[in-house]
Nanobody, 120 residues
Framework: QVQLVESGGGFLQPGGSLRLSCAAS????????MGWYRQVPGKQRDFVAQITSGSTPNYADSVKGRFTISRDNAKNTVYLQMNSLKPEDTAVYYCNAAIVTYGSSWDDYWGQGTQVTVSS
């Protein structure tokens, strides 16, 4: 069907930068909004950033001015450029997308998650 595959997570020191990628593949007719969420153990999954099919971004207050979301529609890929990272950004980051597949209507899809750890 549809797969969302994230990449780019890692371990880095405070103040560093990292870029996450998420590529969608499968029987895709159209992709609408794409976004990123994050989750730490024992807490709910929180919204980080979202971008519409027309490339209008939206950010959580905690990441405004530090993170930038973008997408490449030709590659069915969404990116999250993370700058000035803080220890509180440590989490598993999940990609999310609204996708229409052949023979179906809009559905929500999630990636498997990629770990980002910020620590000195």
């Amino acid at each position: 069907q549809v797969q969302l595959v994230e990449s780019g997570g890692g371990f880095l020191q405070p103040g560093g930068s990292l870029r996450l990628s998420c590529a969608a593949s499968g029987s895709i007719v159209s992709i609408g909004r794409m976004g990123w969420y994050r989750q730490v153990p024992g807490k709910q999954r929180d919204f980080v950033a979202q971008i519409t099919s027309g490339s209008t971004p939206n950010y959580a207050d905690s990441v405004k001015g530090r993170f930038t979301i973008s997408r490449d529609n030709a590659k069915n890929t969404v990116y999250l450029q993370m700058n000035s990272l803080k220890p509180e950004d440590t989490a598993v980051y999940y990609c999310n997308a609204a996708i229409v597949t052949y023979g179906s209507s809009w559905d929500d899809y999630w990636g498997q998650g990629t770990q980002v750890t910020v620590s000195s």
